[in-house]
């Protein structure tokens, strides 16, 4: 190792010595100090003691006379002494203990409570100090505290303080805070204007309804501090009667009583209603609250509302019908003109008194009772009552009630609309009447179309007969032109017989056959085309399935009968063609009958339905069987119709109700 590493070395070394000699002296320093300070501790733990032995009596009187909660603690937070209203706070039983107040402090509150200690310390008092604590009983707590510092010969030796608990007080506070936010917050929305003011008219609270409605281009909290005194002035002028406007607000603020209601008419159309209601604290006026509320389309709204209620009033008291309310006893509330005219009585004779006292005929009281017990169960219903008017006049009412209703739902009474059906029903009688009659005469009628068809055929046969004698008992005798002469007599015999049938079949239609039954029309017909003669140059198709109908079968298998045999009998071409079809409409079924035969102009068409009318003259064909068919389709609350072109065939068209 050279010189020079030895000397660096050594230098190290002094450097070393030097610097732990100077520690050892700094340890010795400190030593000295701290027992120094212990030696002060000491001492000032027994003066404390000694001050506290001195002044135990007059500490005594204080924690008998403290109410709220006092303590006394070291400089360190040791508790010293408190009173019952400190245990019991804090969660103690008695003051025995060796406990240090900061254990219930938060530890996040820590250096609040040293900063506020230290200005304790600093200026020998704290005030409205506050803090959550933990209690004893592991209870949050919210105290406010004022302490002081104890002295003795100007050294403070112990902190005194009155503690209070503040936790009910602060959530009471939080939520008088929380509602006057919600009220606040309530009144600047509120869909009315309002203007809270001071006992010298200064705003101390306003909304934005407020200056819309007063067309105010200022936000709410700048209307604030502001005299109403002198802003009415000018806002007077946004009324029709600003004069009227000024008066009554004065008059309003003058008497210091709650109005509601008053109604302002702006110069833009806007009705306002304005509320007043002054504020009071001890019988000494504190201040003034206004609000607006913009009415317009309400009261323009009640304004048409009235003039149809008057509208509706002039109906009803001029309509010809018969109103009348009553109550629960049937007694009569209310009636208009036409009940007064229909009755006779005089409005003053009606009210009060019971309708079924003095207005039906007695056979018919039962049933107005039956009909009032039913308006009590909210039953609704319409009836024909007998009444005598009061000059003892017979007339048939048709009466519809109903239950009257209040706004929670409850029968009060009941609501009668009463019609003079008198005259109908003298109608009805006459129409009963006539139809016995009717149904009399047809029936007579009947009877002597069976007499008049056997009385003229009974002659016809007889003239048959005779001549068929005359014929065969001069045969050979007879020249060709006696003969012709008998063939016609003959021929025409049988025409008339024929014609008598068939006037006997058209007035038989109408008469009843009983109740009407199902009918399979595809059945009927298929068993219709086998017994009708059908030549062979013909062909019958049936398109689609026929339907099953309501009716009667005999008749309906004449309109089918007699419809193919028309279009057999007029087919002039060498291949005849009959088409059967049927279309569903919505209340009946629709039938088509279809030929290729020699057609019908058009000029026929309804000539055709009638009695005797017969477009080809043979000595088979009466010019009845159409008009027959027509009354049965008819019967059946069908009709009928044809469609028609000459030289190219003919569809007739009926329709059977389903």
Avoid at 246 to 259: A, D, H, P
Avoid at 589 to 608: A, L, R, T, V, W
């Amino acid at each position: 190792m050279n010189q020079d590493k030895i000397d660096i070395l050594q230098r190290a070394l002094a450097r070393e010595r030097a610097a732990r000699k100077q520690a050892e002296s700094i340890l010795e320093k400190k030593a000295a100090e701290l027992y120094e300070t212990n030696r002060r501790l000491e001492k000032s733990y027994s003066e404390l003691e000694i001050l506290l032995t001195k002044k135990d009596s007059q500490l005594q009187g204080v924690f008998e006379n403290i109410v709220d909660a006092y303590l006394i603690m070291d400089m360190f937070g040791n508790i010293l002494k408190m009173n019952d209203a400190a245990l019991e706070l804090l969660g103690f039983e008695d003051d025995k203990i060796d406990f240090n107040l900061m254990n219930m402090v938060s530890p996040n509150d820590y250096e609040y409570v040293s900063a506020s200690f230290q200005k304790l310390l600093k200026s020998g008092s704290l005030t409205n100090f506050e803090l959550k604590i933990t209690t004893n009983l592991k209870t949050e707590k919210l105290i406010h505290v004022n302490a002081s510092i104890i002295y003795d010969d100007g050294i403070a030796v112990a902190a005194q303080g009155i503690i209070r608990d503040i936790t009910k007080e602060k959530e009471a506070e939080e939520k008088l805070k929380e509602s006057e936010n919600r009220l606040a917050t309530l009144i600047l929305n509120l869909d009315r204007g309002v203007v809270l003011e001071d006992e010298n008219r200064n705003i101390i609270l306003t909304n934005k309804k407020f200056t819309e409605l007063f067309n105010i281009d200022l936000p709410p909290t700048e209307l604030i501090g502001l005299n109403c005194k002198v802003s009415s002035k000018q806002n007077s002028l946004l009324f029709k009667d600003p004069e009227g406007f000024l008066s009554r607000m004065n008059q309003i603020v003058e008497q210091k009583q709650s109005i509601v209601g008053d109604e302002l008419e702006m110069v833009d159309g806007k009705i306002l209603e304005r509320n007043y209601v002054p504020i009071f604290l001890n019988k000494k006026s504190k201040g003034y609250l206004w609000t607006f509320k913009d009415v317009t389309l309400s009261r323009n709204y009640r304004k048409s509302l009235e003039a149809e209620k008057q509208k509706y009033y002039n109906i009803i008291s001029n309509v010809n019908l018969g109103l009348v309310e009553l109550d629960l006893d049937d007694k009569i509330l209310m009636v208009n003109q036409s009940f007064i005219n229909m009755t006779g009585y005089s409005e003053e004779e009606l009210i009060g008194v019971r309708g079924k006292d003095i207005l039906p005929v007695s056979d018919d009281k039962e049933l107005i009772e039956e009909q009032v017990k039913n308006r009590k169960r909210g039953k609704t219903d319409s009836y024909e009552l007998r009444i005598r008017k009061k000059d003892g006049e017979l007339r048939h009412w048709l009466i519809s009630g109903a239950p009257n209703y209040n706004l929670e739902g409850k029968v009060i009474g009941s609501i009668g609309v009463n019609f003079d059906i008198t005259d109908i029903k003298n109608l009805e009688i006459q129409k009963e009447n006539l139809l016995s009659e009717l149904e009399k005469s047809n029936s007579e009628l009947q009877e002597y179309a069976h007499i008049v068809s056997h009385d003229l055929k009974s002659p016809l046969r007889s003239i048959n007969a005779l001549v068929s004698w005359i014929k065969e008992d001069n045969a050979g005798e007879l020249d060709a032109v006696t003969n012709q002469n008998f063939d016609l007599i003959e021929t025409t015999l049988e025409k008339m017989e024929q014609l008598i049938s068939d006037i006997l079949d058209y007035s038989s239609v109408g008469t009843d056959e009983g109740e009407k039954i199902e009918i399979n029309t595809n059945d009927l017909l298929k068993d219709l085309i086998k017994i009708l003669y059908i030549p062979e140059h013909i062909s019958i198709n049936i398109a689609n399935t026929l339907p099953i109908v309501l009716g009667h079968k005999t008749k309906l298998q004449q309109v089918f009968q007699n419809l193919i045999s028309n279009s057999v009998k007029f087919i002039d071409k060498e291949k005849g063609i009959i088409n059967i079809s049927v279309v569903e409409l919505s209340d009946y079924y629709q039938f088509s009958i279809q030929d290729n035969g020699m057609g019908i102009e058009k000029e026929f068409h309804d000539k055709i339905f009638k009695v005797f009318h017969s477009l080809k003259k043979s000595k088979d064909s009466s010019g009845i069987g159409l008009s027959i068919v027509q009354k049965i389709v008819q019967l059946h609350n069908g009709k009928i119709w044809l469609e028609s072109e000459p030289n190219i065939g003919t569809t007739f068209y009926f329709t059977i109700r389903k």
